[in-house]
């Protein structure tokens, strides 16, 4: 007998606004974040710009990094509140949490190995190899004259070095990274993606609205998991060498 599919709540936390969105729903509810926004704040407002909407689970994309479905940090651009709080108890549901570019990530994947690279105010990255998700957390780790990958393809960088060398610099991560993960392609995701004239060899464009699919895919059962490497979209170009 098959199960019931659950109609989930998704919830895309970030530093200017959160948006959700559930299964069933058309357009995605913005909600005003900022440094006063709390976990507790987070919770409430949702509920209730939600309190028509029927779920029975909950996806949270959280802009810091996650350890086995808990925030490990308070996130940068918003208030705190947000390590050991309980959302189950709070939403009174089911709750599943990840780091927002690795639920990006998700709802981009198109089978195979796949690097994520979220080209924000910092750099989210995430990999994904046959259907199995694995954050990570390349933004701080050394790239150039004593400098992170960070420091070049996040905000800061895109400010110091001005968009033409900017972008030099992502399409060259894009493909130091590629090349020592082995993946197979690059998805350049993010708010800054949109600033790229031109997509770098082997790289494909993320979409934000991404991050609800991811959401949704969160809770896929492994039969549904099972597509997912035969969703695939257009090919991206080879990486040159």
């Known amino acids: 007998m098959q199960k ?12 200017t606004n959160v948006k959700v969105l559930a299964t069933g729903q058309k357009e995605p509810v913005k909600i005003p974040s900022g440094p006063k ?35 490990l940090s308070e996130p940068h651009n918003l208030a705190g509140g947000w390590v050991g709080f309980d959302f189950r108890k709070a939403f009174g549901r089911p709750v599943k949490i990840v780091n927002d570019a690795a639920m990006q990530a998700l709802g ?31 933004a701080h780790l050394p790239y150039k004259k ?26 060259r991560i894009a493909e130091q990274l590629k090349n020592a993960l082995e993946a197979d392609y690059v998805v350049l995701g993010g708010g800054n993606s949109k600033l790229l004239k031109t997509l770098p060899p082997g790289c ?5 609205s991404t991050a609800f699919t991811g959401g949704f895919r969160l809770w896929d059962e492994p039969e549904e998991k099972a597509k ?14």
Do not use: C, Q
């Open 4 to 15: 019931p599919k659950k109609n989930i709540l998704v919830i895309d936390v970030g530093g």
């Open 37 to 71: 926004m709390t976990a507790k704040k987070m919770v409430k407002e949702v509920r209730e710009a939600t309190k028509d909407w029927n779920y029975s689970a909950v996806s949270i994309g959280y802009p810091a990094p996650v350890v086995h479905g808990h925030p």
């Open 108 to 138: 981009i994947y198109r089978g195979g190995r796949m690097l994520f690279l979220g080209l924000g105010t910092g750099l989210g990255s995430a990999m994904i190899v046959d259907g199995i998700l694995e954050p990570m957390e390349v």
């Open 146 to 171: 004593g400098r992170t990958y960070e420091d070049f393809a996040g905000i800061r960088g895109l400010k110091r070095l001005g968009k033409k060398k900017w972008r030099r610099h992502v399409a």
């Open 204 to 208: 494909l464009l993320g979409d934000n």
């Open 228 to 241: 997912w490497n035969r969703t695939r979209g257009p090919e991206p170009a080879p990486m040159t060498a």
